[in-house]
């Protein structure tokens, strides 16, 4: 069982930066990809980002390809989402997740575990 909880959304004008976290609970954190999805008002869950489990492999949408970076730091069960010129079609809830493999997927049904999502919301 794997609990996960983001921290560090909020309120950012346009070309601005924010760095969501999500900690996990467990031991065996170090065994699961992790992605990030969002949901805007209106839209479907998507795909942002994922990682895998040693962190040496990454993929990014295109849409935020160049501007956000996706990070985890195994020794404290933390994984990261750095997002830098964000623009207004970046508002969404970001939600962290986990799957029980080594790779992550591009799906929201493919993953295992989810945070309670946090709100990002980007003015123009």
């Known amino acids: 069982q794997v609990q996960l909880v983001e921290s560090g959304g909020g309120l950012v004008q346009a070309g601005g930066s924010l760095r969501l976290s999500c900690a996990a609970s467990?031991?065996?954190?170090?065994?699961?990809?992790m992605g990030w999805f969002r949901q805007a008002p209106g839209k479907e869950r998507e795909f942002v980002t994922g990682?895998?489990?040693?962190?040496?492999?990454?993929y990014y949408a295109d849409s935020v390809k160049g501007r956000f970076t996706i990070s985890r730091d195994n020794a404290k069960n933390t994984v990261y989402l750095q997002m830098n010129s964000l623009r207004p079609e970046d508002t969404a809830v970001y939600y962290c997740?986990?799957?029980?493999?080594?790779?992550?997927?591009?799906?929201?049904?493919?993953?295992?575990?989810w945070g309670q999502g946090i709100q990002v919301t980007v003015s123009s």
């Open positions: 990682i895998s489990w040693t962190g040496g492999s990454t």
């Open positions: 467990g031991r065996t954190f170090s065994r699961y990809a």
């Open positions: 997740a986990a799957v029980n493999s080594g790779s992550y997927g591009l799906g929201p049904q493919q993953y295992d575990y």
